[in-house]
């Protein structure tokens, strides 16, 4: 779900959040009245008094939204049908500044599954961000990592914050520099 609208929102309990973009933790109290201003992979970002936090989705309720279903597999499935879905979690994952997932933004350069010997797997992920100074950095990194470790049947997801080579627009999908702007 996207929103560009700037849903009012109030808070019903205490919740964590970080503060974008220099990422620090902090916790909005019960009872602060903001404006949700991206509704993107089950997470939020909220204009809370001058300020932009962003909210877990496993934190959905305190805003009144539902946080996210949990992933299912069919049984026995095998390495192509999860390496689709890591990929499908990958694109739930969005820079909280900017209306576009990771994969468009052309910040995963990639995904590697390995079978471990327990039957369990593991997701090895190399991505980057828009800006080295990002202090989203971090918090997108973690976001990556929970989201695969949500998926049945991966035990681990390593993911790795690289800078070479260097981002660039031209490493974005078409349809995201159509929406950009940035032919």
């Known amino acids: 779900m996207y929103s560009r609208s700037s849903e009012p929102v109030q808070f ?22 903001g404006y949700i201003t991206q509704a ?8 809370v008094e001058g300020n932009l936090f962003r ?12 946080p996210p279903e949990s992933l299912n597999l069919p049984e026995g499935a095998g390495d192509d049908e999860v390496e689709a879905l890591v990929w499908k979690q990958l694109r739930t994952c969005f820079d909280p500044e900017i209306p576009f997932n990771i994969v468009d933004l052309g910040l995963v350069y990639e995904a590697n599954l390995k079978r471990r010997d327990d039957g ?3 997701v090895e992920v190399k991505m980057t961000l828009t800006a080295p100074g ?3 950095g971090e ?8 989201k695969l470790e949500m998926i049945p049947t991966i035990a681990e997801a390593d993911v790795e914050l690289v800078f070479d080579p260097p981002w660039g627009r031209h490493m974005m999908s078409e349809a995201a520099r159509l929406e950009t702007g940035m032919l």
């Open 40 to 47: 993107l992979g089950g997470s939020y970002t909220v204009f």
């Open 120 to 122: 369990k797997r593991e």
């Open 12 to 33: 019903e309990r205490d919740c964590a959040a970080v503060m974008v973009p220099q990422g620090d933790s902090v916790t909005l109290p019960a009872g602060s009245y």
């Open 55 to 66: 909210i877990a989705g496993k934190d959905a309720d305190a805003i009144g939204k539902e």
């Open 139 to 146: 918090i997108l990194v973690d976001d990556v990592r929970s």
């Open 134 to 136: 990002c202090g989203m």
